[in-house]
């Protein structure tokens, strides 16, 4: 049933979480490369999912879409033709029900590399967001994104999982709480992200002065003056920095936003003559690694980050056993509302055809063999038929949806193939009359 869903990308698991830098799309382009991937690809619907710790692209294929889009993705996101046999070691890809199950594992924070962290269920519903306003999304992917987000909420509400230590901003504040602890002093947030939001609340809860510092000054405001503290534009803080003990930026620049000049006017003004700590959790890097180390400074990556995050791994795998059955009944789930959704149009048809056919063959009986019959009698055998006919079709579209919901993939295509040209024909149209009305609904 979802064998044209499929998702391509990179994350944590098989490389460093700096190394994914390489693999993101600058902001400002991500929505016009993806239409060009889309379309050289044969894809009816796609979505960029971007975050700390993975870079994925969700799609929906078309009849002449290539098996293996590895390749493809590859030179998307890297801007660089692989060379043979590289996409496949870079990057993973999973087809039909394994894309399904592994875009809840993701939105469950099952995923990740901090388990359960609160994070990637907003960055799940902002990558759906930003491809129904560039017009990528359609009625396959909003119901795969429908139940994503369905299931990271049980999961949350229903688990345990989220309880302690599963945010990686979380864990980045436990840092900035240790060395405000010792020091006193202030923090800067650089960015006005999910991660900054959370940090900030996490450093208000804990009495710690910060001040807000984003390139666009009103949102910087916002947030702000959420948690009565200080802001600033980006431009004004680096080019005269206040004095701070610690920096967290988590912006979506394609640019270091804190470069060697930067860093060493904010090393020379800090209170207490320590290194300033800097926490970067932004990929690609906001915070020049090779001009900390020049400097002699404390740079905090997100692949220090994620290693913190293994030592509570372990504990949290045991309530992820619960939330893993959570994610299996929302596959479940998932079937009937394709069924429902998407196939519903296509039983109709099978059932109309079954009708249809008897209603034809009735006409003809009445008219040589019962020509003689009264009206009454004629009527009755008509609304027999009728009834027969739907109690006939109704065997059919439960193999049917059988097949759909638990056969191999291509189970539709081989059904169709088995009959005659003009009945599939008029099948396939009713199944894209599925796909066409579910679009009309969201639009």
């Known amino acids: 049933m979802f064998d044209d869903l499929g998702i391509v990308g990179l994350s944590w698991r098989s490389s460093a979480v700096e190394a994914l830098e390489g693999f993101a799309l600058p902001t400002d382009e991500a929505d016009s490369k993806i239409a060009d991937f889309a379309a050289r690809n044969g894809l009816t619907e796609v979505a960029y999912l971007s975050t700390c710790n993975r870079v ?15 390749p493809e993705a590859y030179a998307l996101l890297t801007n660089d033709r692989p060379a043979p046999g590289v996409a496949e070691r870079k990057l993973k890809a999973w087809q039909g029900e394994g894309a399904c199950e592994h875009l809840f594992l993701v939105a469950a924070g ?26 990528s999304s359609g009625p ?70 910060f001040v807000v510092v984003n390139r666009s000054p009103e949102k910087a405001r916002t947030l702000a003056e959420t ?67 020049k400097l002699g400074l404390t740079r905090l990556g997100m692949d220090q980050i994620v290693a913190v995050t293994e030592h509570n791994r372990a504990a949290r795998l045991v309530e992820a056993a619960q939330a893993r059955e959570l994610v299996d009944a929302a596959l479940a789930r998932l079937h009937d509302r394709f069924a429902e959704r ?21 006409k003809r009986l009445l008219k040589k063999e019962l020509k003689g019959l009264g009206q009454t009698e004629r009527e009755a055998i008509e609304v027999w038929s009728e009834v027969l006919a739907r109690r006939f079709a109704h065997i059919p579209c439960l193999g049917l949806r059988g097949l759909l919901h638990g056969g191999p993939e291509g189970s539709l295509e081989a059904f169709l193939s088995g009959l005659d040209p003009e009945f599939a024909d008029e099948l396939r149209e009713a199944v894209e009359q599925g796909f066409n009305d579910t679009q009309s609904k969201r639009a």
């Open 342 to 362: 998407i196939y519903g149009p296509l039983f109709g048809a099978l059932q109309k055809r079954y009708r249809r056919t008897a209603a034809e063959g009735v």
């Open 56 to 70: 994925e692209l969700i799609f929906a294929r078309g009849p002449d879409s290539p098996r293996d889009l590895r």
């Open 140 to 209: 396959r992917l909003e119901l795969l994104f429908e139940e994503a987000l369905k299931i990271a909420a049980e999961v949350r509400g229903e688990t345990r999982l989220g309880q302690g230590r599963v945010s990686l901003a979380e864990i980045a504040a436990d840092y900035l709480r240790e060395r405000i602890a010792r020091t006193g002093g202030k923090v800067a947030l650089v960015g006005v992200s999910p991660m900054t939001e959370r940090t900030a609340r996490a450093l208000a809860k804990a009495k710690i002065d």
């Open 227 to 293: 948690y009565a503290a200080e802001h600033l534009a980006l431009d004004a803080f680096r080019a005269d920095p206040p004095a701070v003990e610690a920096i967290l930026s988590a912006t979506g620049s394609a640019e270091p936003v804190l470069t060697e000049p930067v860093l060493e006017r904010l090393a020379t003004r800090v209170p207490s003559s320590q290194p300033l700590l800097l926490v970067d959790m932004a990929v690609p890097a906001d915070i020049e690694p090779d001009a900390c180390a």
């Open 110 to 135: 099952l995923d990740s590399a901090a388990v359960g962290e609160a994070e990637i269920a907003g960055q799940v519903r902002r990558a759906h967001e930003n491809a129904l306003d560039a017009g």
